[in-house]
C-alpha cells in the first residue's frame, strides 16, 4: 500500500477524502494548499497510489440563520456577532452602495430582503407586504442558500432599500460562516434543514412601539397615529406569516417591558428572555448555578450595590411550543462594569474562551443600544455560543477524514 | 514646492481642454496669466467631478413623507385591504432606511474612513513600541 504524507500549512479546514487510483488532482483553495508525495512502487497488482482530494469549503460552511423585523444587515445583532468572530463586517468593497451584504474574514451576513420576488412597485399593484411569502423567492433562496453551504460562490440579486427596485446581483463567495438574516429564514422547510442554527428576536408590542416612537419622531410627517397605523397595518400579515417561526428556533430572544418599574411605557429598561431549545447539536444552554433546576437571583446586595431599578435573574426549564426549553431572563440594567463581570462569573456555559470575555466584548460595543441590558448580554452570548457551535462541527468534520485515514 | 503643487492641480484640468497636448505649456502660462479663467475653469470641473455615490438622507426623509401621505390616502377609502398593508409596509421600509442613512452618515470619520483603505500613509501610521 502506497503512503501519502499530507501537510497543510494550516488547522485543517478542509474534508479531504482519500481514493485509490484515479487522476491526481491538487486544489487550491484560499490559503490551503495540499502537497502529496505519491510513490510509485506498484505492490501487487492494482492498489498502487492513494490519492487525495482536497476541497475547502466542502459542507464547511456553516449556516446560521436570524429572524428579526423589517430591515437587516446593519443591525446591532449582526455587529455583535461578527465581532465575536473578529474584524468589523462591511459592505463589499467597490460593489453597489446600497448592497445589505456584510462581509468580514470569517462570516458573511446576507439579508433575506435581497430575495424578493416583487419590487416595492410590484408589492403596491398587488397590494401585498413585503411578510407576505408570495413576495419572496423562496427557490431561489434554498438554491443560493444551498450552493453556499456546498463551497460554490452565487450571484445574489440586491434589493436596494432606498429605491425599492431588484439592481443586478453581486457575487458572494462561499464564507467560513453564513449567517441569513430577514423576515423568513425558517419559513420555508427546505431553507430551515440547511441551517445549523436559528435565532428569533421577538420583540413584543410594546416595546416595539417604544423602540419605533424612538427611531421615527425625529422624522418630518411621522407622527403618534402614524407610527400607531403603520405597526397596526402589518401586524395581520406578521402574525400570519412571520410570528410561527419562532416555535422552530433553537434560541428566541424576546425583548418585553421591565416588571421592574410599575406602569413603565418608556421602554428603556428591558426584561429580556433567553429561550434555548434543549436537545440541539453542537449547543448546550446557558445555565444559572444548577441546570435543570429553577432559580431566582438578585445580584445586588452586599457584595454588589446597584442603582434603581437593580437587576433580577430567572432561570428555570420550561415548555414552548411543545418543545422542552430551558429560559434565562434578565431584567434591569446594567450602570456599571463591575455589576457586568459579577453577572458574568455567576453564569455557567457561556462557552467564552477567556474570563470576562463577554464583558469585553460588551464595553468594545458600548455605543450600541442594548448594551446595558440583557439584549446586548444575551446577543453576545448567543454570538459566543454560534462560534462554540462552529469550532465544534469543523473539528468534528476535520476528524471523520483522519479516522478513515487510520481504517 | 507651491509651483510644483500648482500645476499638478492644473495640469489634469487643463488637458482635457486641450485636445493637443503639446500645448500643454503655453496653455498652463495662459491659465497662470489669467487667473480668473484657471479658478472658472477648476470650480467646474470640481462640480463635475464630485459624483453623490450613496442616497443623501433628506431625500430619504422627503421619501418618507410622501408616503406617509399616500398611506393616509390608501387607507382611508379602506383600511383592512392589501393596499393599506402595503403602502405602511412601504412607510416602515423608507423609515428603516432613513434611519439607517442617518446612523451611517452620523458615525462616519472621514480620517477614519480614508485609513481604513489606506493605513500604510503618513497620516494613518500608528506606532505600538
Redesign the interface.
Known amino acids: 500500500m502506497a503512503v501519502s504524507t499530507l501537510y497543510t500549512p494550516q488547522a485543517l479546514n478542509s474534508t479531504c477524502s482519500i481514493s485509490t487510483p484515479a487522476k491526481s488532482h491538487v486544489g487550491f483553495h484560499q490559503k490551503q494548499l495540499v502537497f502529496y508525495r505519491r510513490t510509485s512502487k506498484r505492490v501487487g497488482g492494482g492498489g498502487g497510489s492513494a490519492v487525495i482530494t482536497c476541497s475547502a469549503g466542502d459542507s464547511q460552511t456553516v449556516v446560521i440563520g436570524l429572524a428579526a423585523d423589517s430591515g437587516c444587515g446593519k443591525s446591532t445583532f449582526m455587529r455583535r456577532l461578527t465581532s465575536v468572530f473578529g474584524g468589523a463586517a462591511e459592505p463589499p468593497k467597490g460593489g453597489n452602495p446600497d448592497s445589505n451584504t456584510l462581509i468580514s474574514d470569517m462570516t458573511t451576513v446576507i439579508c433575506l430582503d435581497d430575495y424578493h420576488s416583487l419590487d416595492r412597485t410590484g408589492r403596491k399593484e398587488k397590494g401585498v407586504t413585503a411578510l407576505d411569502p408570495r413576495a419572496n423567492d423562496f427557490d431561489l433562496m434554498y438554491e443560493q442558500v444551498k450552493a453556499l453551504k456546498s463551497g460554490v460562490a452565487v450571484d445574489k440579486p440586491i434589493y436596494n432599500h432606498v429605491t425599492g427596485l431588484l439592481d443586478p446581483p453581486e457575487l458572494i463567495k462561499p464564507p467560513k460562516i453564513l449567517v441569513i438574516e430577514g423576515l423568513h429564514p425558517m419559513f420555508d422547510d427546505r431553507v430551515r434543514d440547511l441551517l445549523d442554527f436559528s435565532i428569533y428576536l421577538d420583540i413584543s408590542n410594546e416595546v416595539k412601539f417604544a423602540w419605533k416612537i424612538q427611531r421615527d419622531m425625529a422624522e418630518r410627517g411621522h407622527s403618534l397615529e402614524s407610527i400607531k397605523a403603520s405597526i397596526e397595518a402589518r401586524k395581520p400579515d406578521f402574525d400570519a406569516y412571520i410570528d410561527p417561526q419562532k416555535q422552530y428556533a433553537d434560541a428566541v430572544i424576546e425583548v418585553l417591558p421591565t416588571q421592574l418599574i410599575p406602569d413603565d411605557n418608556e421602554g428603556k429598561v428591558l426584561r429580556v428572555r433567553l429561550i434555548m431549545k434543549e436537545g440541539v447539536e453542537n449547543f448546550s444552554p446557558v445555565y444559572l448555578f444548577d441546570e435543570g433546576s429553577t432559580i431566582s437571583w438578585i445580584p445586588c446586595g452586599r457584595k454588589l450595590t446597584c442603582s434603581y431599578p437593580g437587576i433580577k435573574f430567572h432561570y428555570g426549564p420550561d415548555t414552548y411550543f411543545g418543545n422542552e426549553v430551558s429560559i434565562l431572563e434578565m431584567d434591569g440594567q446594567f450602570d456599571r462594569l463591575d455589576e457586568l463581570i459579577y453577572v458574568e462569573s455567576h453564569l455557567s456555559n457561556i462557552s467564552t474562551k477567556f474570563y470576562g470575555e463577554v464583558t469585553q466584548q460588551m464595553l468594545k460595543h458600548a455605543d450600541f443600544p442594548g448594551s446595558n441590558n440583557g439584549t446586548g448580554l444575551f446577543q453576545t452570548i448567543v454570538g459566543l455560543k454560534i462560534r462554540d457551535l462552529y469550532e465544534q462541527l469543523t473539528s468534528s468534520k476535520a476528524a471523520a477524514p483522519l479516522e478513515a485515514r487510520k481504517a | 514646492m507651491a509651483t510644483l503643487s500648482s500645476l499638478s492641480l492644473v495640469a489634469p484640468r487643463a488637458m482635457p481642454n486641450v485636445p493637443d497636448s503639446k500645448n500643454g505649456g503655453p496653455v498652463k502660462a495662459a491659465y497662470l496669466n489669467q487667473p480668473w479663467k484657471r479658478v472658472s475653469q477648476m470650480g467646474s470641473r470640481r462640480v463635475q467631478v464630485i459624483r453623490p455615490?450613496?442616497?443623501a438622507p433628506d431625500r430619504?426623509?422627503e421619501?418618507?413623507?410622501k408616503s406617509?401621505?399616500e398611506?393616509?390616502e390608501a387607507?382611508s377609502d379602506d383600511?383592512v385591504?392589501?393596499?393599506?398593508?402595503?403602502?405602511?409596509?412601504?412607510?416602515?421600509?423608507l423609515?428603516?432606511?432613513?434611519?439607517?442613512?442617518k446612523?451611517?452618515n452620523k458615525d462616519s470619520d472621514p480620517l477614519e474612513n480614508y485609513c481604513k483603505d489606506n493605513p500604510e500613509t503618513d497620516e494613518c501610521r500608528t506606532y505600538d513600541n
Open positions: 455615490v450613496r442616497a430619504i426623509s421619501m418618507v413623507e406617509i401621505k398611506a393616509k387607507c383600511s385591504s392589501g393596499e393599506c398593508a402595503a403602502a405602511w409596509d412601504e412607510v416602515e421600509e423609515s428603516a432606511a432613513a434611519s439607517h442613512a446612523d451611517k
